[in-house]
């Protein structure tokens, strides 16, 4: 018999019953909604620990807060010491009642997995795991929005059977074999699981079964992997493969967060990660805005003009004739170079005329702020370049795939990763050349060629090769063991790689990795590398950043979204707080091992794709305030930042990068 009332919450109707929980349809009337009350049975009553560890455990769930994340409104304990939550009444069905109406298709399959993914890999970020991933904790609202439910309930279950002596934890079709086995369980459980129910989904079918449940628990820790294609020949060659990399059995061979399944999932289905933007699309309606990219240009004129006013007075005052200013307009448009050059040559004339001795005339050219010419950057997963004050703007790539890791290459080329392979593009002939391509099953994560363009760093399935730099050694190579078998090659796989950048010399490298010994946290290893005895001597780590250097304030996920480093002692980082990257800022100076928040905007989060510009003196970095969803960029004086003084972004057509888009900015050197 249903209870009329469970706190304030009026119940209208019991909507399930299981092992651990009772779950009421009931009326919330402080909000005049309805919500769904969960309540855990009696015989947990009496465990005081129990209770303290429901409250603070559910407390922490209800912290979360993501559209595919069915929300907890609240906590709360009845008079007889029953404990209840409350959460957000789901309209729609479970993903178990759409599976049993048949299998799903693989782009429903994908486009499913792409936002629930989005919501595990959230919070995973916050510390949180599932442990109870399958489709009946998947709910659907009136419009068929999928969201996750139940978030950590295995884990307040797992502190109840402890106490009353009962079985195994999760749910046996789709526990991974960690989990079946009481060993500690982390973010790679719930990877197994949502690979465990993508076989379901597609199939119709879960992959084990058994005539009991620790029977079926006992068949994910020692059968092997069975073959989706069997169940499902129809599907893609691909899909076997990202099912027996979710489900490995050694959670170290799985895919390492739900978004990378996500992504695999994607490709798939779609030949892409299907990722869109409107920049792209918008661009030839905003490219007739460009002029409001120039609002800048009245304060470099003015100070250029006031320079070469300067140097008249010197030269009057030396008796020497001013050079003319060809080379003062390297970075200027074309409205500059006429208004400099008048100004240069009024200015010639009258120290021409006041001296009565000619000498040569003397070049007086302004390096670029930075030494940097121009700025790369992704939009909607276009490619943009533009001079470094934001003139010149054009899209060099419209190519709707996703881009990552975008970086200036040694003779003047742009390089990008995109569907597994490292690209080469010319800015000015639009040409593109394919560097290396492996096979969609291991992920390349960086291609870094060194500044002289002698060597080439790979990382690729968080293993490291590095070997000369050679388009035609790599055209064969499609796998991490065709880079291992070459001769010049050094590999190595003491660490687990992942984004990568050289020091100016090139004798050593800075890595992120996923750091074992500090699972919580990502870092960047420094590490030398001695590339003539590779074969007998392994990658010297001599620092790891953060570290015990310096924390990450207690609002972050300790995930490092991206750094740069200037190639000799000193690092841009940020790690990641909110909207997929966005973090604080911090600058860390390997020479005195120490590193700090830096902030730039009125000490306000938050910020990703900070760089250093080719002489250290300029900083570029993406910026969102905290409870805004516009994103600058600005590329200004390190010393201005140091100093305090006001920052003025980059002028870019109204609103050009949106929400969703991760700039990975690269600056050019001066050509």
């Not at 004129?301 to 006031?306: A, F």
């Not at 100004?343 to 003397?362: D, G, L, N, Q, S």
């Not at 300790?558 to 997929?580: C, E, P, Q």
Request: glycine residues 6%.
């Amino acid at each position: 018999m249903s209870p009329d009332k469970v706190g304030r919450y009026k119940i209208k109707s019991e909507l399930g019953r299981g092992g651990m929980a009772t779950v009421y349809r009931a009326y919330d009337p402080s909000f005049d909604r309805e919500v769904a009350v969960k309540v855990l049975p009696r015989e947990m009553v009496h465990n005081l620990i129990f209770r303290v560890r429901f409250k603070r455990e559910l407390k922490m769930i209800a912290s979360l807060e993501h559209p595919a994340i069915v929300p907890v409104y609240d906590v709360g304990e009845e008079s007889d010491g029953r404990q209840y939550f409350v959460m957000r009444y789901m309209g729609g069905e479970s993903l178990s009642d759409w599976i049993k109406r048949g299998a799903l298709s693989l782009q429903d399959t994908a486009i499913l997995i792409e936002r629930l993914a989005s919501a595990l890999d959230y919070a995973h970020q916050k510390g949180i795991v599932h442990r109870d991933i399958k489709p009946d904790n998947v709910l659907f609202d009136d419009t068929n929005h999928p969201y996750l439910t139940d978030f950590g309930i295995a884990k307040l279950t797992e502190a109840a059977i402890s106490a009353t002596g009962g079985g195994t934890m999760g749910t046996p079709a789709y526990v991974s074999p960690e989990q079946a086995q009481g060993a500690n369980v982390d973010s790679r459980a719930d990877i197994y699981g949502m690979g465990v129910m993508i076989y379901e989904m597609l199939t119709g079918k879960k992959p084990y079964d058994a005539d009991s449940p620790m029977s079926v628990a006992v068949r994910h820790i020692t059968e092997p992997i069975p073959d989706i294609l069997q169940a499902k020949p129809d599907l893609p060659i691909e899909v076997d493969a990202i099912i027996r990399t979710a489900m490995a059995k050694d959670r170290e061979e799985r895919y390492p967060n739900a978004i990378e399944l996500s992504r695999a999932l994607n490709r798939a289905a779609f030949g892409d990660d299907r990722t869109t933007s409107a920049s792209a699309s918008m661009f030839n309606t905003r490219q007739n805005t460009i002029t409001q990219a120039r609002r800048r240009v009245g304060f470099i004129v003015t100070w250029m003009i006031l320079l070469v006013v300067l140097a008249g007075a010197f030269a009057l005052s030396r008796q020497l004739p001013v050079a003319s200013a060809v080379n003062l307009t390297r970075t200027a448009t074309a409205t500059q170079t006429s208004v400099l050059e008048s100004t240069a040559t009024v200015a010639t004339a009258v120290a021409t005329e006041t001296t009565a001795i000619p000498t040569e005339e003397i070049s007086t050219p302004i390096p670029p702020p930075g030494n940097a010419d121009k700025i790369a950057f992704v939009s909607g997963n276009g490619i943009y370049v533009m001079n470094v004050d934001g003139s010149g703007l054009i899209q060099i790539r419209t190519e709707n795939s996703s881009k990552s890791n975008l970086h200036w290459m040694f003779d003047g080329r742009l390089v990008y990763i995109s569907r597994n392979c490292a690209n080469a593009i010319d800015v000015e002939t639009r040409s593109i050349e394919e560097l290396v391509c492996f096979d969609a099953n291991e992920t390349l994560e960086d291609f870094r060629v060194l500044p002289d363009g002698k060597w080439v760093a790979i990382s690729i399935q968080r293993t490291l090769n590095i070997l000369p730099f050679d388009v035609e050694l790599l055209k064969d190579v499609d796998t991490r063991f065709g880079l291992t078998i070459l001769r010049e090659n050094c590999f190595y796989n003491q660490y687990a790689f992942r984004d990568l950048l050289w020091s100016k010399s090139g004798t050593q490298l800075a890595a992120r990795v996923v750091d074992t010994e500090r699972v919580s946290s990502d870092q960047i290893f420094l590490l030398n590398v001695d590339l003539p005895n590779c074969d007998t001597i392994g990658p010297v780590r001599i620092d790891r950043i953060p570290g015990s250097h310096f924390d990450f304030d207690s609002a972050s996920t300790k995930r490092i979204t991206s750094f740069d480093w200037n190639g000799d002692n000193l690092f841009l980082l940020n790690d990641a707080i909110r909207n997929d990257g966005f973090g604080d800022l911090y600058i860390y100076d390997s020479k005195v091992r120490e590193g700090r928040k830096i902030n730039p905007i009125d000490g306000m989060c938050c910020y990703r794709d900070a760089r250093w510009s080719p002489d250290g003196t300029y900083i570029l970095f993406v910026f969102q305030k905290f409870d805004s969803n516009v994103i600058e960029l600005y590329y200004v004086k390190y010393s201005d930042i140091q100093d305090g003084n006001t920052l003025i972004p980059v002028a870019l057509p109204g609103e050009f990068l949106t929400q969703r888009d991760k700039p990975q900015p690269a600056i050019r050197p001066a050509q």
